[in-house]
């Protein structure tokens, strides 16, 4: 079944509210979905506040009208090395697209900038989050278990050769 059209509107100016909801976000469904404690969102915070202060690469925001429903950010990990970050949909939001738009804009992005990786860090209980890095590309490249957040999870850490 394809999925359902909607109004989605993805845009990368960040407007007042929208550093919070992102925060917001990862807090309370990363802790409904995954048991991650309230360690996460200062995980979350501060290097998005410092993103936003002077890092450099770009913060993508999708909205359903005026609700934010998803986000995805490629920041500058070293020269030619980008790092996927941010990327959350919501539930109602899954299964409409959206997460691939979202990859692919980041994506585009850093085709257009020229780097030549990407990378990012998921968990393995990330299921369908790790289908979709797979179709685009990203292969794993390191895995680790250690006690974080709450309690102990296997981390992913997934790489993609960026071509033009």
């Known amino acids: 079944m394809p999925p359902i059209a909607r109004n989605f509107r993805i845009r990368s100016e960040l407007a007042p509210g929208d550093l919070g909801m992102i925060v917001h976000l990862h807090g309370i469904l990363y802790a409904r979905e995954h048991g ?17 202060l002077g890092g450099s690469g770009r913060l993508w925001i999708a909205q359903e009208g005026d609700r934010l429903v998803g986000s995805i950010a490629l920041v500058d990990a070293e020269p030619g090395i980008g790092q996927l970050r941010w990327f959350l949909v919501v539930p109602e ?17 850093a085709r257009q900038r020229g780097l030549t990786r990407m990378y990012l860090w998921s968990f393995v209980t990330l299921t369908d989050a790790l289908r979709l890095y797979e179709r ?29």
């Open 136 to 164: 685009a590309g990203f292969r794993t490249s390191e895995t680790r278990t250690s006690r974080i957040w709450g309690a102990e999870r296997t981390e992913v850490r997934m790489d993609l050769e960026v071509s033009a």
């Open 36 to 52: 991650l404690d309230t360690t996460f969102e200062p995980y979350v915070a501060k290097p998005l506040a410092d993103f936003v």
């Open 93 to 109: 939001a899954r299964g409409t697209g959206l997460g691939g738009r979202l990859l692919e804009e980041a994506l585009a992005y």
